[in-house]
């Protein structure tokens, strides 16, 4: 982790201009847990130092600061808790992270405790080899590269007129209800985002990474959107999350001359080097089709219900193991008498939208599970995991005192009970939009048979006053 923050920093020139467009300005308390709704941006480090006996007496970096939202809903019996991750700050400088999570305590069908948790870990490129495992899905066979976001200019570090200038922002979605509050939404937006490639390597047992970057490139955007809709007829609590993943118009990489490195840039006009010699009439979004480049994101899940056994499966398959194709189908969690508590739905919605152009083309997204170690314990996410970490603080403000052990590290993913990762097979560079669904299955608040006996008795009043009115007329 050191190594990581270190090389970063000394990368970054300390030179950051993020504009995070956020400010870390609201307090937490206990009873903003009984409210009904709210939306707050805190210091999530700061929130942790001031509640360290809460923490095991882990003292996060007196330097580190994170300018975090936070949105909650308290409503038919579900309270959901989303954490938008807008910036993260290590001295002077300035990291885009675009992590984003979510846990919903609720009730199950049968009344018991349940939470779940999910979390965006963060982009991987790929592309396949002769030695892939998974044709057009990321595993290990594979040329893999994470790809994290970092709100900094690189002048100071390449010269000028040839870095990845940056000039990025955040953008909040506030927190809003239909009249009858069975509709919620809101979202984060990361825009000209400069980012990172770091090749990774997901071995069983050695999952680690280059610590040299490969490439940097510049996402118009990186956006997040929920939807979160009640149906307390049928009981469930939906959420519809849609995401954005920005057109690439600029990238740079490094290539070898004997013992020189030498800087090439492509953009929307060709291949040039040290951003002034045009070599190539290649452009960026050419250079990664002849390279196969695909994109893909990967995500964690963790559920939990009081004193039973849950099992993850699709189509009667564990999530928890490698390879197992969901891209037409739902995880779904469940008890051990077989009550479902917990899915996502990825077969609705295994299309996604590519924008070459302003109207789009429609492919096949690829989702899979793989293993929870390649990935949460991997060296390259340690900031998202120790920031995620935190969030066992929020976890704790909505559980039960009870079952507060069993769920104490709740945001360690490290023991997510199945990761998964959507894969984006044709790609280029161009904006990608995507939209899984999220159900917990929660007791339905109202039915058809109670409206029925609601309605006969007022029928039945009706008719009363009717004949109360004539009988009174003929008197």
């Not at 970092?150 to 390449?158: A, L, Q, V």
Request: proline share 4%; hydrophobic share 40%.
């Amino acid at each position: 982790m050191k190594k990581l923050i270190s090389y970063l920093i000394l990368l970054l020139m300390l030179g950051s201009v993020t504009n995070f467009n956020v400010s870390a300005v609201d307090n937490i308390t206990s009873a903003d847990f009984e409210k009904e709704s709210w939306s707050k941006t805190i210091d999530l480090i700061e929130y942790a130092r001031s509640h360290i006996n809460e923490t095991g007496g882990i003292q996060p970096p007196v330097n580190w600061s994170s300018q975090t939202v936070l949105n909650y809903i308290n409503i038919y019996g579900v309270k959901l808790l989303y954490a938008g991750f807008s910036g993260l700050t290590i001295d002077k400088a300035s990291f885009q992270i675009p992590l984003q999570s979510f846990v919903e305590r609720f009730k199950t069908r049968e009344g018991l405790e349940a939470l779940s948790a999910s979390s965006f870990l963060m982009m991987v490129a790929f592309n396949d080899t002769k030695n892939s495992i998974y044709p057009n899905s990321p595993d290990e066979g594979d040329n893999l590269w994470a790809s994290f976001s970092m709100g900094t200019d690189f002048t100071e570090f390449f010269g000028n007129n040839i870095a990845p200038h940056f000039s990025g922002s955040v953008k909040v979605t506030p927190l809003t209800a239909t009249q009858d509050k069975k509709g919620w939404s809101w979202g984060m937006s990361y825009y000209n985002m400069t980012a990172i490639w770091w090749k990774l390597v997901t071995k069983s047992g050695s999952p680690d990474y280059s610590k040299i970057p490969v490439n940097f490139c510049v996402y118009d955007e990186i956006s997040f959107n929920y939807k979160l809709v009640f149906d307390t007829v049928n009981g469930e609590a939906k959420l519809f999350l849609t995401y954005n993943i920005g057109e690439i118009r600029n990238l740079w990489g490094f290539t070898w001359v004997g013992l020189f490195p030498t800087l090439y840039h492509y953009n929307d006009t060709g291949c040039f080097l040290w951003g002034k010699t045009k070599v190539s009439s290649e452009t960026v979004h050419t250079f990664l089709k002849n390279n196969g480049i695909k994109m893909s994101i990967v995500l964690v899940q963790r559920n939990y219900v009081a004193n039973q056994t849950l099992t993850s499966s699709s189509s009667g398959k564990p999530a928890s193991q490698a390879g197992i194709d969901v891209s037409k189908g739902i995880i779904e969690t469940k008890v051990s008498n077989g009550a479902k508590v917990y899915s996502i739905d990825f077969g609705s919605k295994i299309s996604y939208k590519l924008y070459k152009t302003s109207t789009p083309s429609q492919y096949d997204s690829i989702t899979r599970t793989e293993l929870v170690e390649k990935y949460a314990k991997n060296p390259v996410v340690e900031i998202q995991t120790s920031l995620l970490k935190i969030m066992n603080l929020m976890v704790k403000r909505i559980t039960p005192d009870q079952y507060w052990s069993n769920v104490s590290s709740f945001f360690d993913i490290s023991k997510s009970d199945y990761l998964y990762i959507t894969s984006y097979p044709t790609y280029e560079g161009y904006k990608v939009m995507h939209d899984p669904v999220y159900t917990a299955y929660i007791p339905p608040i109202e039915n058809k048979s109670n409206f029925n006996e609601i309605i006969v008795p007022l029928t039945a009043l009706g008719a009363i006053a009717i004949i109360t009115i004539i009988l009174l007329r003929k008197k």
